[in-house]
């Protein structure tokens, strides 16, 4: 059984940057799609970036298109990352990690849907 623990969130000014990380234990990630999603208050949940197994493939959220985030990954340490630059008050919310097994090695989703394993999440402020 996957588990993900998530880690790195924290109050920031708008403008900053955060580093977030997702520890996966349980099996190695190396079939395994990633995602990052989010969740702000009476809002649903969102995608926000994806990577494929060898991290060749990335993909972002509309609400996060224009390179102020980047997503990583790390097979031989079980890591995946969200470097999010710029914040802004708009990028509060609770950030999940999330995992899917596939035989595709360039997949990558931002759909919900498509995620199997998910992290407890890690708290996200922007604000001054």
């Known amino acids: 059984q996957l588990q993900l623990v998530e880690s790195g969130g924290g109050l920031v000014q708008p403008g900053g940057s955060l580093r977030l990380s997702c520890a996966v234990s349980?099996?190695?990630?190396?079939?395994?799609?990633m995602g990052w999603f989010r969740q702000a208050p009476g809002k649903e949940r969102e995608g926000v970036s994806s990577?494929?197994?060898?991290?060749?493939?990335?993909?972002y959220g509309e609400s996060v298109k224009g390179r102020r985030f980047t997503i990583s990954r790390d097979n031989a340490k079980n890591m995946v990352y969200l470097q999010m630059n710029s914040l802004k008050p708009e990028d509060t919310g609770i950030y999940y990690c999330?995992?899917?097994?596939?035989?595709?090695?360039?997949?990558?989703?931002?759909?919900?849907?498509?995620?199997?394993?998910w992290g407890q999440g890690t708290q996200v402020t922007v604000s001054s």
């Open positions: 999330a995992a899917t097994y596939t035989g595709v090695r360039e997949y990558t989703s931002v759909a919900r849907i498509n995620y199997d394993y």
């Open positions: 990577i494929s197994r060898d991290g060749r493939s990335t993909e």
């Open positions: 349980g099996e190695t990630l190396e079939h395994y799609a």
